[in-house]
């Protein structure tokens, strides 16, 4: 194959969004996808996709498959197949709800399970959301922080509302 014709072929990379309900995985995938925010809160059952296609430098055109995960996922018989064939997991909570950070230990261990012999191990990213409540938050920053290091994995400050950060992870 040419190098034009290698340029032509657009590669997939598969990102799973998890975290508890309501925690804003949905409304994160949303404003990356779409640059849209909606204050409605619609729990999503099971799978939901959002698709993005985007220039990477050094990596060409890219197609962005974003898989959020229902926060109830984690009790269901379907979790392993979300994960599977992962490039990248994030790990969302809501900085305003200690239980959602809580829970990252528990998602964690499932993802770790699923995941121990896909060859090349996914990419993990913790992702506290809502970040524009800050006078609300109940996770203090050294929590996150611990966990992220403890685990060997990337840690992110975002807010789906104003956007910020979102673009980065």
């Known amino acids: 194959m040419s190098d034009s014709e290698d340029e032509a072929v657009e590669r997939q990379l598969k990102i799973v969004i998890v975290g508890e309900a309501g925690s804003g995985k949905t409304c994160l995938a949303s404003r990356y996808c779409h640059d849209e925010f909606t204050r409605q809160y619609f729990p999503t059952a099971g799978v939901d996709f959002f698709l993005k ?29 979300y994960i599977f064939g992962a490039d990248v997991i994030l790990l969302v909570f809501d900085i305003t709800n200690i239980v959602s950070f809580d829970s990252l230990e528990e998602w964690l261990d499932t993802i770790r399970k699923v995941t121990v012999s896909q060859e090349p191990q996914p990419m993990i990213a913790v992702v506290a959301n809502k970040c524009d409540l800050e006078h609300k938050r109940k996770v203090r920053p050294d929590r996150q922080h611990k966990f992220s290091q403890e685990n060997g994995l990337s840690s992110h400050l975002v807010s789906a509302r104003t956007g910020e950060m979102v673009s980065y992870i």
């Open 53 to 81: 296609r985007t220039v990477l430098s050094g990596a060409g055109n890219i197609t962005l498959q974003i898989w959020d995960v229902g926060g109830q996922s984690l009790a269901g018989n379907m979790l392993d197949k």
